[in-house]
Protein backbone atom coordinates (compact mmCIF):
# COMPACT_ATOMS: atom_id res chain seq x y z
CA UNK A 1 0.00 0.00 0.00
CA UNK A 2 1.03 3.86 -0.63
CA UNK A 3 2.40 5.90 2.32
CA UNK A 4 -0.82 8.52 2.30
CA UNK A 5 -3.23 6.80 0.40
CA UNK A 6 -6.29 5.93 2.63
CA UNK A 7 -6.45 1.89 3.44
CA UNK A 8 -8.81 0.44 0.55
CA UNK A 9 -10.65 -1.66 2.64
CA UNK A 10 -11.80 1.11 5.18
CA UNK A 11 -12.42 3.58 1.69
CA UNK A 12 -14.49 0.88 0.36
CA UNK A 13 -16.52 0.66 3.50
CA UNK A 14 -16.33 4.33 4.08
CA UNK A 15 -18.25 4.26 0.63
CA UNK A 16 -20.98 1.99 0.80
CA UNK A 17 -21.71 3.80 3.91
CA UNK A 18 -22.04 7.24 2.30
CA UNK A 19 -23.76 5.45 -0.23
CA UNK A 20 -26.64 4.09 2.07
CA UNK A 21 -26.39 7.87 3.56
CA UNK A 22 -27.12 9.32 0.18
CA UNK A 23 -30.29 7.32 -0.50
CA UNK A 24 -31.50 7.82 3.11
CA UNK A 25 -30.84 11.64 2.13
CA UNK A 26 -32.15 11.59 -1.54
CA UNK A 27 -35.37 9.63 -0.21
CA UNK A 28 -35.52 13.16 3.01
CA UNK A 29 -35.46 15.12 -0.22
CA UNK A 30 -37.77 13.92 -2.23
CA UNK A 31 -40.26 13.80 0.62
CA UNK A 32 -39.48 17.61 0.65
CA UNK A 33 -40.31 18.03 -2.72
CA UNK A 34 -43.38 16.30 -1.95
CA UNK A 35 -44.72 18.42 0.91
CA UNK A 36 -43.13 21.40 -1.46
CA UNK A 37 -46.19 20.48 -3.82
CA UNK A 38 -48.63 20.05 -0.75
CA UNK A 39 -47.85 23.50 1.01
CA UNK A 40 -48.20 25.13 -2.44
CA UNK A 41 -51.59 22.77 -2.47
CA UNK A 42 -53.21 24.25 0.56
CA UNK A 43 -52.43 27.52 0.19
CA UNK A 44 -54.18 27.48 -3.40
CA UNK A 45 -57.35 25.95 -1.40
CA UNK A 46 -56.92 28.49 1.20
CA UNK A 47 -57.33 31.57 -1.82
CA UNK A 48 -59.96 29.72 -3.00
CA UNK A 49 -62.33 29.63 0.00
CA UNK A 50 -60.98 32.76 1.44
CA UNK A 51 -61.71 35.20 -1.56
CA UNK A 52 -63.99 32.56 -3.77
CA UNK A 53 -66.19 31.33 -1.27
CA UNK A 54 -65.90 33.99 1.31
CA UNK A 55 -65.20 31.10 3.87
CA UNK A 56 -61.53 31.37 5.26
CA UNK A 57 -60.74 28.45 6.82
CA UNK A 58 -58.09 29.26 9.82
CA UNK A 59 -56.34 26.00 9.72
CA UNK A 60 -54.70 26.36 6.92
CA UNK A 61 -51.88 28.74 8.46
CA UNK A 62 -50.97 26.74 10.97
CA UNK A 63 -50.56 23.61 8.74
CA UNK A 64 -48.70 25.23 5.95
CA UNK A 65 -46.08 26.64 9.00
CA UNK A 66 -45.66 23.13 10.12
CA UNK A 67 -45.29 21.55 5.96
CA UNK A 68 -42.64 24.41 5.24
CA UNK A 69 -40.87 23.33 8.33
CA UNK A 70 -40.95 20.34 7.95
CA UNK A 71 -39.84 20.47 3.85
CA UNK A 72 -36.52 22.46 4.83
CA UNK A 73 -35.87 20.10 7.66
CA UNK A 74 -35.92 17.06 5.09
CA UNK A 75 -34.23 18.94 2.51
CA UNK A 76 -31.14 20.41 5.03
CA UNK A 77 -29.39 16.67 4.85
CA UNK A 78 -29.59 16.57 0.93
CA UNK A 79 -28.33 20.01 0.36
CA UNK A 80 -24.96 18.91 2.82
CA UNK A 81 -24.62 16.15 1.42
CA UNK A 82 -23.77 17.96 -1.56
CA UNK A 83 -21.99 20.80 -0.24
CA UNK A 84 -24.55 23.29 -1.30
CA UNK A 85 -24.92 24.94 1.61
CA UNK A 86 -24.44 28.79 2.71
CA UNK A 87 -20.59 29.22 3.59
CA UNK A 88 -17.59 31.16 3.81
CA UNK A 89 -15.21 30.76 0.72
CA UNK A 90 -13.08 32.90 1.06
CA UNK A 91 -10.40 30.94 3.02
CA UNK A 92 -11.87 27.53 1.20
CA UNK A 93 -11.95 28.34 -2.47
CA UNK A 94 -7.60 29.77 -1.84
CA UNK A 95 -6.76 26.94 0.72
CA UNK A 96 -4.97 23.62 -1.43
CA UNK A 97 -3.80 20.11 0.03
CA UNK A 98 -4.19 19.72 3.95
CA UNK A 99 -5.38 23.13 4.56
CA UNK A 100 -8.27 22.47 2.47
CA UNK A 101 -8.87 18.99 3.90
CA UNK A 102 -8.83 20.62 7.62
CA UNK A 103 -11.33 23.51 6.48
CA UNK A 104 -13.53 20.44 5.13
CA UNK A 105 -13.48 18.89 8.20
CA UNK A 106 -14.03 21.65 10.22
CA UNK A 107 -17.00 22.69 8.29
CA UNK A 108 -18.49 19.39 8.37
CA UNK A 109 -17.80 18.83 12.09
CA UNK A 110 -19.63 22.70 12.47
CA UNK A 111 -22.77 20.64 11.11
CA UNK A 112 -22.48 17.62 12.61
CA UNK A 113 -22.20 19.40 15.77
CA UNK A 114 -25.69 21.94 14.52
CA UNK A 115 -27.32 18.64 13.75
CA UNK A 116 -26.56 17.43 16.70
CA UNK A 117 -28.02 20.66 19.37
CA UNK A 118 -30.98 19.98 16.45
CA UNK A 119 -31.59 16.60 16.99
CA UNK A 120 -30.77 16.61 21.33
CA UNK A 121 -33.04 19.96 21.47
CA UNK A 122 -35.98 18.88 18.91
CA UNK A 123 -35.91 15.15 20.85
CA UNK A 124 -36.45 17.62 24.49
CA UNK A 125 -39.01 19.93 22.77
CA UNK A 126 -41.02 16.66 21.35
CA UNK A 127 -40.75 15.17 25.05
CA UNK A 128 -41.94 18.13 26.71
CA UNK A 129 -44.77 18.99 24.56
CA UNK A 130 -45.88 14.95 24.63
CA UNK A 131 -45.65 15.45 28.40
CA UNK A 132 -47.75 18.50 29.20
CA UNK A 133 -49.93 17.71 25.87
CA UNK A 134 -49.63 20.93 23.98
CA UNK A 135 -52.07 20.68 21.92
CA UNK A 136 -52.14 22.66 18.54
CA UNK A 137 -54.98 25.21 17.43
CA UNK A 138 -56.75 22.35 15.36
CA UNK A 139 -58.70 20.02 17.68
CA UNK A 140 -57.61 16.73 18.38
CA UNK A 141 -53.73 17.33 16.77
CA UNK A 142 -50.98 17.27 18.87
CA UNK A 143 -48.04 19.93 18.54
CA UNK A 144 -45.34 17.31 19.13
CA UNK A 145 -46.64 15.83 15.44
CA UNK A 146 -45.26 18.74 13.88
CA UNK A 147 -42.20 19.27 15.71
CA UNK A 148 -41.04 15.55 15.35
CA UNK A 149 -39.13 17.00 11.90
CA UNK A 150 -36.70 18.85 13.76
CA UNK A 151 -35.08 16.00 15.83
CA UNK A 152 -35.59 13.54 12.10
CA UNK A 153 -34.03 16.24 10.50
CA UNK A 154 -31.12 17.02 12.74
CA UNK A 155 -30.56 12.82 12.88
CA UNK A 156 -30.67 12.50 8.97
CA UNK A 157 -28.29 15.56 9.07
CA UNK A 158 -26.14 14.38 11.49
CA UNK A 159 -25.67 11.38 9.84
CA UNK A 160 -24.65 12.74 6.12
CA UNK A 161 -22.16 14.45 7.92
CA UNK A 162 -20.53 11.61 9.89
CA UNK A 163 -20.39 10.05 6.52
CA UNK A 164 -18.67 13.27 5.12
CA UNK A 165 -16.22 13.25 8.13
CA UNK A 166 -15.46 9.00 7.62
CA UNK A 167 -14.67 10.07 4.07
CA UNK A 168 -12.61 12.82 4.72
CA UNK A 169 -10.62 11.24 7.97
CA UNK A 170 -9.43 8.40 4.92
CA UNK A 171 -8.30 10.95 3.03
CA UNK A 172 -10.68 11.22 0.22
CA UNK A 173 -13.01 13.90 -1.31
CA UNK A 174 -17.04 12.89 -0.65
CA UNK A 175 -18.05 11.15 -3.62
CA UNK A 176 -20.34 13.66 -4.75
CA UNK A 177 -17.75 15.69 -5.89
CA UNK A 178 -16.90 14.97 -9.60
CA UNK A 179 -13.41 14.24 -11.44
CA UNK A 180 -12.40 17.92 -12.56
CA UNK A 181 -12.44 18.47 -16.15
CA UNK A 182 -8.84 19.87 -17.09
CA UNK A 183 -9.78 23.16 -17.88
CA UNK A 184 -11.82 22.99 -14.33
CA UNK A 185 -9.37 21.20 -12.70
CA UNK A 186 -7.37 24.16 -10.88
CA UNK A 187 -10.36 25.63 -8.88
CA UNK A 188 -12.62 22.63 -8.62
CA UNK A 189 -13.19 21.31 -4.93
CA UNK A 190 -12.05 17.73 -5.89
CA UNK A 191 -8.65 19.78 -6.66
CA UNK A 192 -8.37 21.56 -3.60
CA UNK A 193 -8.32 18.71 -1.33
CA UNK A 194 -6.03 16.93 -3.44
Avoid at 11 to 23: D, K, Q, W
Avoid at 68 to 73: D, E, H, L, T
Avoid at 96 to 112: D, E, F, I, K, Q
Wanted: include cysteine; charged fraction near 15%.
Amino acid sequence: METGSPAPLRLRIARRIEAGVATVSRVAAAIASLLCLLCFGLVVYSILFRYFLNAPQPWIDEVAGWVVAAMVMLAVPEAQRRFEHIGVDVFAERARGAWARALALLAVGSMALSASILLIEGRETVAFSRMVEIASNIPDVPIWWAQLSVPIGGALLLLVAAGQIAVLLLGAEPAHLAKPRAEDAVDSPAARLE
